[in-house]
T-cell receptor, first 113, second 117 residues
Framework: EDQVTQSPEALRLQEGESSSLNCSYT??????LFWYRQDPGKGPEFLFT???AGEEKEKERLKATLTKKESFLHITAPKPEDSATYLC??????????????FGTGTQLKVEL | GAVVSQHPSWVICKSGTSVKIECRSL??????MFWYRQFPKQSLMLMAT?????????EQGVEKDKFLINHASLTLSTLTVTSAHPEDSSFYIC?????????????FGPGTRLTVL
């Protein structure tokens, strides 16, 4: 069974204080690792897909990296508007015909002035 | 692009009634849509996978007679919670897969907050 563990559960940062969120996973045949942002009371917003170890993707202040066991979401010089819950999900080859996403419980990020 | 909408955004109903939630892909055709539920402070749990023109595939532990899913067109899937009870109160979110292979990303709707009194 695919498993995703995210840490920390919650993170408080000062504006401009860079940090990283961790997503550790076990999956049979990784098809993709996904990062989403979720604001309270809303659906997840797609950020990145990573397919293979060594891959990196960037978007504004966010950078996602992938190894064979974990993924990191690096936040550089965060702003208060980056406050949200960040979700990691994996898609394995042998679960749900390859369609199913298994989500972690998320990291709740709060960026303060 | 890749916009998914849900209606209604929130609903309050009495115990024993049925509630229908719609999920639409606005600017693309979605052969596959997914239904999730999310309890407070918890992550998303997949309930079922909905394929256009065929029966939905339910996850283990999800009652298919209670959560009826219909995917009648390439842009619309509906979830009907039948004979709703307070324990069915939750945040229901749909997603749609862009593209025709399982490698493609899922884009999520804004969610529907269901409260059963």
């Amino acid at each position: 069974e695919d498993q995703v563990t995210q840490s920390p559960e919650a993170l408080r940062l000062q504006e401009g204080e860079s940090s990283s969120l961790n997503c550790s996973y076990t999956v049979s045949g990784l098809r993709g690792l996904f990062w989403y942002r979720q604001d309270p009371g809303k659906g997840p917003e797609f950020l990145f897909t990573l397919y293979s170890a060594g891959e990196e993707k960037e978007k504004e202040r966010l950078k996602a990296t992938l190894t064979k066991k974990e993924s990191f979401l690096h936040i550089t010089a965060p702003k208060p508007e980056d406050s949200a819950t960040y979700l990691c999900a994996v898609q394995g080859s042998f679960t749900g015909g390859g369609n199913k996403l298994t989500f972690g419980t998320g990291t709740q990020l709060k960026v303060e002035l | 692009g890749a916009v998914v909408s849900q209606h209604p955004s929130w609903v309050i109903c009495k115990s024993g009634t049925s509630v229908k939630i719609e999920c639409r892909s606005l600017d693309f055709q979605a052969t596959t849509m997914f239904w999730y539920r999310q309890f407070p402070k918890q992550s998303l749990m997949l309930m079922a996978t909905s394929n256009e023109g065929s029966k939905a595939t339910y996850e283990q532990g999800v009652e298919k007679d209670k959560f009826l899913i219909n995917h009648a067109s390439l842009t619309l899937s509906t979830l009907t919670v039948t004979s709703a009870h307070p324990e069915d109160s939750s945040f229901y979110i749909c997603s749609a897969r862009v593209g025709s292979t399982s490698y493609n990303e899922q884009f999520f709707g804004p969610g529907t907050r269901l409260t059963v009194l």
